[in-house]
């Protein structure tokens, strides 16, 4: 695809169940984030995917979020035991790798989770 | 600890009026500087980018400021026009890794 492509769009839950998330990067792009966005809130970081090996996980908030990367290509944002603070938009982008590159992170339009 | 402070949160303009937000950083190690654009229900989109050697960039009605020696980059933009109306990031880079400013929701009155 020509962007970034996060499913589904919109996710309503109940609390206490799994749910996950999948985020499509642009091809070719070897880094790949994930960012929470509380409602009228900055962007939260969560984890950040070089490839498939994730060398920041510090943004997690809890052993109840984990993320995986296949390769170069689809990653996955589960959250286990959800809880309705974990109510927000997730957003995935994707760059470049390159320090030196003048490399912006393209955003997926987002999942919008909702924990009832 | 935020490693990109922004301000303001929320900020009214009147059209044609000049919009300017301003962000600040400590980390010596950013080596460059987006903003970006997001409109309800969309992903943020890059709206303009600049590098620590440059001091300023111009992108039709959208300049960023960047003041190297103190750690400052503004957003200035001219002639606001209610289209503009979004939230506003700016962004700093480290390696790959991006952090963000926590926003500022620009709101251009008729």
């Known amino acids: 695809g020509a962007g970034v492509s996060q499913s589904p769009s919109n996710k309503v839950t109940e609390k206490g169940k799994d749910v996950e998330l999948r985020c499509d990067p642009i091809?070719?792009?070897?880094?790949l984030y994930w960012y929470r966005q509380r409602l009228g809130q900055g962007l939260e970081f969560l984890i950040y995917?070089?490839?498939?090996?994730?060398?920041?996980k510090s943004g997690l908030p809890s052993d109840r979020f984990s993320a995986e990367r296949t390769g170069e290509s689809v990653s996955t944002l589960t959250i286990q035991r959800t809880q309705q603070e974990d109510s927000a938009v997730y957003l995935c982008?994707?760059?470049?790798?390159?320090?030196?590159?003048?490399?912006?992170?393209?955003f997926g339009q987002g999942t919008r989770l909702t924990v009832v | 600890q935020q490693q990109v402070k922004q301000s303001p949160q929320s900020l009214i303009v009147q059209k044609g009026g000049i919009s300017i937000i301003n962000c600040a950083y400590e980390?010596?190690?950013?080596?460059?500087f987006p903003w970006y654009q997001q409109f309800p229900g969309k992903g943020p989109a890059l709206l303009i980018a600049?590098?620590?050697?440059?001091s300023e960039k111009k992108e039709g009605r959208f300049t960023i400021s960047f003041n190297k020696s103190a750690k400052q980059f503004s957003l200035h933009i001219m002639d606001s026009q209610p289209g503009d109306s979004a939230t506003y990031f700016c962004?700093?880079?480290?390696?790959?890794?991006?952090?963000f400013g926590s926003g500022t929701k620009l709101n251009v009155k008729p």
């Open positions: 982008a994707s760059s470049l790798q390159g320090a030196r590159m003048n490399t912006e992170a393209f």
């Open positions: 091809s070719g792009h070897t880094a």
């Open positions: 995917f070089q490839g498939n090996s994730a060398p920041d």
């Open positions: 980390n010596t190690a950013f080596d460059y």
């Open positions: 600049i590098r620590p050697d440059v």
């Open positions: 962004a700093a880079r480290d390696f790959n890794k991006f952090y």
